[in-house]
């Protein structure tokens, strides 16, 4: 065991062995139901392990949903799929009261029914679809772990993360998600298409006669253990002020790249920089490395920082994207001296 290795908490030497041991096996387990989306595979464990909720886009048919719920099938955890629909109420998703009568006295008296909300892993799909009253019912829940309603708050389980996916193509029926909740979600991961290899293989694999049946691999103790062990990996100063420039730049008011301060109309906050320091620790681990390096930082920054990046009309005229814009920042803001920071191993 490294130095790095000797302040991990908690856990033995061999504790940690295991561990990492049955996080690889996710990864393999729904690679056997996934056909081709391993990147997006690795970052959504990414969030899962740096304890943050995901946002996938992506057309439909890419397996979205799916990957979802295999991914609870594998962790071992309670799963509630809420299809989004442009007339779901907010007590839809976090619970209403009702009226019951105690069969004893004869008194009536209202109790708290918990909605779907009331899980580790809540599924929801076509997010987009739902109007803002809804979508807000969600804020609480992502920012705080609890749900207040009349007066009184309960806590949701923990782990409790939130997994929404929305369609990019279709506009019609759709409410955008307003700025302040898109910065609750700690990634912002498309979905592409597979390659032509891969949807080969999709196409035997879902054609025919053969069910597959995943098997879990992590509880909700081991993941716990695993987020614990993410806020434990090292991650030296120098990167810490690469991340706080690479955020900084961002911001059209005080950024030195041009394409910046032509295009963004709003730059990331200080949450994007918490979320690239404990996804930059995930992306480590699950790499089976316990000290931060640039290709960490550099894997995370677009599903990190392209939902927190806000274009002017300028750029959607003449196309830019975010990633676009990510791009340019990767290439522009100057990386650590130090060689001990810079590499991958």
């Known amino acids: 065991m490294t130095e790095q290795q000797a302040t991990l908490p908690t856990l033995s030497e ?12 996710v990864s393999e387990e729904m690679g056997k139901v996934i056909v081709g989306q391993q990147e997006v595979i690795r970052q959504l464990l990414v969030s899962i392990l740096a304890g943050g909720h995901c946002l996938l886009e992506g057309v439909p048919g890419l397996a979205k ?21 442009p007339d779901l109420m907010p007590s839809d998703i976090i619970g209403t009261e009702i009226l019951e009568t105690d069969h004893q006295s004869g008194e009536r008296f209202f109790k708290f029914q918990q909605g779907p909300v009331f899980t580790n892993i809540l599924l929801a799909d076509e997010i987009n679809r739902t109007p803002p009253k809804t979508q807000a019912a969600l804020l609480e829940a992502m920012q705080e772990r609890t749900i207040s309603y009349a007066g009184q708050s309960y806590p949701l389980p923990k782990p409790f993360f939130v997994l929404a996916t929305q369609n990019p193509v279709e506009q019609a029926g759709t409410y ?3 700025e302040a909740q898109l910065d609750r979600f700690l990634t912002f991961i498309r979905v592409g298409y597979p390659s032509a290899e891969h949807e080969i293989d999709i196409l035997k694999r879902t054609t025919g006669t053969d069910q597959v049946k995943l098997k879990p691999v992590l509880q909700a103790e081991d993941l716990i253990a695993l987020q614990q062990l993410v806020r434990a990996i090292e991650i030296a100063d120098p990167l810490l002020e690469y991340i706080s420039r690479l955020v900084r730049s ?22 994007a920089g918490q979320a690239l320091v404990l996804c930059a620790k995930a992306s480590a681990l699950l790499e089976g490395r316990f000290a931060v390096t640039m290709h960490d930082i550099h894997n995370i920054a677009h599903s990190v920082l392209r939902h927190r990046i806000l274009l002017n ?33």
Do not use: C, H, Y
């Open 14 to 25: 061999t504790e940690i062995e295991i561990i990492l041991a049955k996080l690889t096996k």
């Open 65 to 85: 949903t799916l990957m979802v719920s295999s991914l609870a099938q594998t962790l071992e955890l309670d799963f509630n799929r809420v299809q989004f629909t």
């Open 176 to 178: 955008p998600l307003p």
């Open 250 to 271: 961002t911001r059209p008011d005080i950024s030195q790249t041009s394409r910046i301060k032509d295009f963004v109309r709003w730059g990331a906050g200080p949450r």
């Open 313 to 345: 009309f300028q750029a959607q005229a003449q196309g830019v994207t975010t990633d676009s814009i990510i791009d340019t920042l990767l290439a522009e803001v100057s990386p650590p001296s130090s060689p001990l920071v810079g590499g991958k191993s």
